[in-house]
């Protein structure tokens, strides 16, 4: 079973507060119960840190208040109000937000809590609407993907527009950022066309270049699957070069068989990042790529509050 949106939650949280006072706690271990969501469902985050249910619990609460259905009674406990349990037996199926909207006064309420100085489109997104499913926090979490995802295919795209010689130096680029040749002015050696046995770079884990690891890069198009023949060879190179580790990296992706091979077929440590890490990588360490945007988002630290009563 999907985790069910925060709309699905509304009645089932109003049902349990008109039996008994709840918590958020008291209310998501409800919903969990109710819809017999499994441990990986309940332990699905949101990319802020906090589990999805949880979000989508403490949003149907909410909703809840702004239109008089529950109220709280004390310090982080609420419990229906006298018309939440009319509501209740208004709709004995569901509860929708269209629902809620037909509340003299709940449209108020949100609109007290906005700020004035906003735009409309920005009011829009933040306030909840019955077209949507998704909490204000999983809107922005989806339209950061959607941007994201844009300039992730815009990147993949400028590293294949550039030269192979372009490509080599930049992976090494983005292995050092990771920490591989550590502080060493000279971790990094690109060997490219030098004939070198396919070698296109060398990173020194030491100061004497004791501990290697070689490095192999090829700027593939996206439908070019690297297989296990160019994996064999790149560990025949770092054998012949008596290099016990590698890395192979290529802005298309690796078969199956690859794969397999270098968890089972290989003596040496060989390690293969495809397209799509690359860009993760990239990102990260904020190469070819930079911060466009920041966005504060600020929440109310309940327990603050809570403290004083």
Known sequence: MA?????????????LAAGESITRNTANEHVIRQFNLT????????ASGGTTIRNRTGWAMTFLTKASL????????YRATPSGVEFLKRHPEAITVADLERIPGYEEAWEAGRQKRQANAANRAAAPHSESSETPDEVIEREVRAVNAVTRERILRAVL???????EKLVL?????????????????HLGQTGDEGIDGRINQDALGLDQILVQA?????DNTVGRPAIQGFVGSLAGQGVTKGIFITTSS???????????????KVVLIDGETLVDLMLKHNIG???AHKYEIYELDQNYFEEGE
């Open 39 to 46: 441990p990986a469902e309940v332990e699905q985050r949101l």
């Open 173 to 189: 680029e983005v292995l050092q950022a990771m920490g591989y040749g550590g502080k060493l002015a000279s971790a990094t050696e």
């Open 161 to 167: 527009d550039q030269s192979p010689a372009f490509f």
């Open 254 to 268: 690796f078969a199956d068989n690859a794969y397999d091979y270098v968890q089972r077929g290989s003596n040496l």
């Open 218 to 222: 090829k700027r593939y198009a996206p």
């Open 70 to 77: 529950i109220q709280k009674v004390a310090p982080k406990t």
């Open 289 to 291: 790529a930079r911060v």
């Open 3 to 15: 985790i069910p949106t925060y709309e699905r939650l509304l009645r089932p949280i109003l049902e």
